[in-house]
């Protein structure tokens, strides 16, 4: 039986590796697979990372939330699902909370986040 949980912890790490890290505050893009009838195409969601859960889990996920035609859209999606294709950090955000839902009470330059600067060694 644990060497059962050992493979499935295995590959859990080798999927998630493929991810760069990431945290809430974040502004990622998550290329997402979608079927339609009998064809798959990939749809970018590009947002901010509000927060994730259950860390280091086979049941890991992350909500992601942008502004589409002043209408806020929020994701919810799970690091290991199949449909994902492909995470990009596109830029890191300065942030003191690992859930960020204030943000849903403001608009505009009130939900803007400041951008982590990284030394570079």
Same mark, same amino acid.
């Given at each position: 039986?644990?060497?059962?949980?050992?493979?499935?912890?295995?590959?859990?790490?080798?999927?998630?590796?493929?991810?760069?890290?990431?945290?809430?505050?974040?502004? /990622?893009?998550?290329?997402?697979? #979608? &079927?339609? @009838?009998?064809?798959? *195409?990939?749809?970018? =969601?590009?947002?901010?990372?509000? %927060?994730?859960?259950?860390?280091?889990?086979?049941?890991?996920?992350?909500?992601?939330?942008?502004?589409?035609?002043?209408?806020?859209?929020?994701?919810?999606?799970?690091?290991?699902?199949?449909? /994902?294709?492909?995470?990009?950090? #596109? &830029?890191? @955000?300065?942030?003191? *909370?690992?859930?960020? =839902?204030?943000?849903?009470?403001? %608009?505009?330059?009130?939900?803007?986040?400041?951008?982590?600067?990284?030394?570079?060694?």
């Amino acid at each position: 039986m644990s060497e059962l949980i050992k493979l499935v912890e295995a590959t859990i790490e080798n999927r998630t590796s493929e991810y760069p890290v990431f945290k809430a505050g974040d502004t /990622i893009n998550v290329h997402v697979k #979608i &079927r339609e @009838g009998n064809k798959e *195409r990939i749809q970018q =969601f590009q947002g901010t990372v509000m %927060q994730r859960r259950n860390l280091s889990s086979s049941g890991e996920t992350f909500t992601v939330r942008k502004i589409s035609n002043g209408i806020a859209v929020e994701r919810v999606f799970p690091i290991l699902s199949p449909s /994902i294709a492909k995470i990009e950090l #596109i &830029r890191r @955000g300065k942030v003191r *909370r690992a859930r960020l =839902f204030f943000l849903r009470g403001r %608009q505009g330059k009130a939900a803007r986040i400041k951008e982590l600067k990284v030394a570079k060694a």
